[in-house]
């Protein structure tokens, strides 16, 4: 059974810097994607980044050259660096995490989700 754990929200102001940390445990998958989302309030969740097992990543549009998501393999821990933060960044972002072989962008495509660390950029 796979948890995840994220921590590192808080509230910056606009142009900002934060890093979310998602530490994951019970994982034994030769494949696997790890992913961030978030969900502003009255809106549905979104993806923002993904890695895979052998650190491909991709991301949305929105955050391109802004965010970066990265993965610490010895210490099972999952990165998103957020700078030139945004009012609009402003959302409960999520960890998930799917025992395939490379990545699907979809909600419906991540079977485990961590908790949710608030961001909020004013």
């Known amino acids: 059974h796979v948890q995840l754990v994220e921590s590192g929200g808080g509230s910056v102001q606009e142009g900002g810097s934060l890093t979310l940390s998602c530490v994951a445990s019970?994982?034994?998958?030769?494949?696997?994607?790890m992913g961030w989302f978030r969900q502003a309030p009255g809106k549905e969740r979104e993806w923002v980044a993904s890695?895979?097992?052998?650190?491909?990543?991709t991301y949305a549009e929105f955050v391109k050259g802004r965010f970066t998501i990265s993965k610490d393999s010895a210490m099972d821990t999952l990165y998103l660096q957020m700078r030139s933060l945004k009012p609009e960044d402003t959302a409960m972002y999520y960890c998930?995490?799917?025992?395939?072989?490379?990545?699907?962008?979809?909600?419906?495509?991540?079977?485990?989700w961590g908790q949710g660390t608030q961001v909020t950029v004013s």
């Open positions: 890695i895979d097992k052998d650190h491909k990543t």
């Open positions: 998930a995490f799917e025992a395939r072989f490379g990545c699907l962008l979809r909600v419906d495509s991540f079977s485990y």
């Open positions: 019970g994982y034994t998958y030769r494949g696997y994607c």
